[in-house]
């Protein structure tokens, strides 16, 4: 077991890795456009980590550094149907953490989390900061809009965007 982060490189490794991902967001988010997985997935400015076990990807997470802000945004977050709530959620984000702080240099994360993933998030320890209206896109109004500080032991909260 694995955990790698990285962006369209074009790598053949990578790319194989970056089409399972794109393959397990599609399935597990339905509500989402799969032209637009393809392109968030596969643009260069966005970072995929992934957990790989014997070479195949059992889920991952991206995400968009604006570093000069020191925030993320968390794009897409999935384990694949029969791994999940077996902790790989857990691990992945913990990796994303690490990796955004030492290496992206981020403080904050932002996300539109679906309902159902509100749980986990929080579970993550994850802390909602700000809320902001408007200007979200259409496919997304019906998410939740969370940003997330990347400190530990605080208390978990969250609001609706209206
Ligand atoms: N609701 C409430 N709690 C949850 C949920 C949920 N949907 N999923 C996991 N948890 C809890 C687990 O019970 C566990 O709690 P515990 O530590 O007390 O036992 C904790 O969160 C972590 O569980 P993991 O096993 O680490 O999580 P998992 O590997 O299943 O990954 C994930 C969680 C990514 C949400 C996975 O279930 C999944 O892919 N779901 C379908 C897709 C999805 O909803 N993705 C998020 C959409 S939002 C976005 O992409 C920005």
Known sequence: LKFVCLANDGIDEHMVWLIGL???????????????IVRLVMD???KSVMVIRR?????GITYRP????????????A??????????????????KQHARDVDG??????YADNNAV?????QDLV??????GSVAMFRQQWMLRTFALRRNSQAESKNVS
């Open 66 to 77: 604006y570093v000069s802000q020191k925030f993320g945004e968390i794009a897409f977050c």
């Open 55 to 59: 070479n195949q990807v059992v889920g």
């Open 22 to 36: 794109k393959n397990i967001f599609a399935r597990q988010l339905p509500n989402m456009p799969k032209e637009y």
């Open 79 to 96: 384990i694949t149907a029969d791994e999940q709530v077996k902790g790989y959620g857990t691990r992945l984000m913990n990796h994303l």
């Open 106 to 111: 981020l403080t904050h994360f932002l996300t």
């Open 44 to 46: 260069r400015s966005h």
């Open 128 to 133: 909602a900061v700000w809320r902001i209206n």
């Open 119 to 123: 749980g986990y998030f929080i579970k």
